[in-house]
C-alpha cells in the first residue's frame, strides 16, 4: 500500500511540469465475471464449474496530467462485480466488491479518440456467496493484487466515453468455509471484465485541450 501511495504523490509532483491537469468523476457497468468455482470433493474428485458473466458497476474519481497528446490518468473506483456458478440446476452468486486504483498512460490519436493503458491496484473490500445455503466463502487469499487495463476512449469536451478491459497478473483463491473437512470449495477471485465508463471534468488548470 505504501508503494501506491507514493507512486500517486509522484504523479502529483509531476503537474509542475505538464501542460494542464484535469479532475473530475466517472462511473459505469461492468460486464464480465471472477474465475472459475472448484469443487473439493474428499480432496481427489474436483469438479470445476464456469463462472457466468454478470453486470456490475463502478463510481469514481480520476485526475488527468496532460503531456503534449501523452496524458498520465490515475483514478480512484468503487467496483461492484458479480459471477453466477450453476451447477445441475442450482445456482450461486458470487459478489465482490473493491477499491480499483488504475494508473494508466495514455496516447491521443486523432480528433477526440485517445487509447490508455496501465496497472490496476486492486484493494478487495468484500466477498460473499450467496445461494448456498449454511456455507460461506473466506476472504481471498490476497486482499491486495496488482493487475491491468486496456482501452480506447473518445473525449467530447467535458465529457468521456471510455471502453477497457480488465484482468489479473496472479491468482487469489477464496476457500469456503468448510475447507478444512475435506469437501467443500475455492473459488478464483481474479476479475476479466469489460468496462464502460462515462466521465465528466469538474474542472482544472493549464493549457486547454
Do not use: C, W
Amino acid at each position: 500500500m505504501k508503494k501506491i501511495f507514493l507512486g500517486l504523490i509522484l504523479l502529483a509532483s509531476m503537474t509542475t511540469f505538464g501542460q494542464s491537469i484535469k479532475f473530475g468523476l466517472k462511473g459505469g457497468l461492468n460486464f464480465g465475471s471472477t474465475g472459475d468455482l472448484t469443487t473439493v470433493i474428499n480432496i481427489t474428485d474436483n469438479q470445476i464449474i464456469n463462472g457466468d458473466d454478470q453486470v456490475g458497476f463502478h463510481i469514481g474519481a480520476f485526475t488527468k496530467l496532460k503531456f503534449a497528446g501523452i496524458f498520465v490518468q490515475p483514478e480512484l473506483v468503487y467496483t461492484r462485480l458479480n459471477t453466477e456458478f450453476e451447477n445441475s440446476g442450482s445456482k450461486a452468486d458470487y459478489n465482490f466488491s473493491k477499491l480499483d486504483i488504475p494508473v494508466l498512460l495514455g496516447f491521443e490519436l486523432i480528433g477526440p479518440l485517445n487509447v490508455k493503458l496501465g496497472p490496476a491496484f486492486q484493494v478487495v473490500l468484500n466477498n460473499e456467496l450467496d445461494g448456498i445455503t449454511g456455507i460461506d466463502v473466506q476472504d481471498p487469499e490476497n486482499t491486495f493484487t496488482i493487475g491491468y487495463q486496456v482501452g480506447a476512449g473518445i473525449a467530447l469536451g467535458k465529457l468521456g466515453i471510455d471502453l477497457r478491459y480488465e484482468g489479473s497478473f496472479q491468482d487469489n483463491d477464496a476457500l469456503s468455509d468448510n475447507i478444512q473437512s475435506g469437501t467443500g470449495f475455492i473459488v478464483d477471485s481474479r476479475p476479466s471484465q469489460f468496462i464502460l465508463s462515462l466521465s465528466y471534468e469538474l474542472g482544472g488548470k493549464g493549457v486547454s485541450k
